[in-house]
């Protein structure tokens, strides 16, 4: 791991409420799809006390040009700085670090559970096994409350029809709230949901990413149904 300096490139809405920010990419910077970096400022104009570094999962695939990030925009001063930068600023990364990655041998169907601003890892992961045409069977439950909350839906949708072995469920909690109309799954990630559409739910590997409360949750569900800690890699995100 080094530190690399970086400049933003460009930032843009990729739900509400929630902004991608893309970064130049510097030269030998290689990372597996599911890795995180620490991204810091460089002499901001305001801080807190939560300083001046947060670790980001990378969203964007390896094979892409440019670095991304994608965040739930809470008013900190970090937030605030890095959504007011002129183009072109630069900033330091430090990494990249996790162990949560595709195991390079696809013996068992892979599982992955997000819900929000947790997809990062997965858009990473969904984006390079496509491009890569990794034998890899991967299915993706994606959860949000309406349409609109939903980062990189159309993408991950789009990637599904050109993958035959990933393949996507989203499920929208609150519907009804929604200026869009959906015909998909609807509630939360639970048993049913996962024995209806795993074969062998004892015989996948999970993945799972997001705040202490959603991690605890899908790993008493996995329990519930019988898979053993072996089978789960799973990262806890803070600071949303």
Known sequence: MAVHEVRLRRRESVAEGTTAFYFSRPAGFEFRAGQSLLL??????????????????????????????????RDTAFKRVLKSLPLGTALTI????????LEESPTRPVVFLAGGIGITPFRSMALHAAHARLAHRILLFYGNRRHEDAAFLDELQETAKRNPSFRLIALMSEPQ??????????????????ERHVAEPKAALYYFAGPPAMTAAMHALLEALGVGEPSMRYEEFYGY
Do not use: C, Q, Y
């Not at 695939?61 to 991304?68: D, F, G, T, V």
């Not at 430090?94 to 990655?101: A, C, F, L």
């Not at 709230?177 to 959906?182: D, E, F, G, T, V």
């Open 40 to 73: 810091s400022l460089i002499s901001p104009p305001e801080t807190d006390g939560e300083g001046d570094s947060r670790t980001f999962t990378i969203a964007s695939a390896p094979h892409e040009a440019e670095l991304m990030v994608a965040t739930r925009m």
């Open 94 to 101: 430090d990494g990249p670090n996790g162990e949560m990655v």
């Open 177 to 194: 709230k929604s200026a869009h109309p959906w015909s998909g799954e609807t509630g939360f990630i639970r048993r049913e949901l996962i």
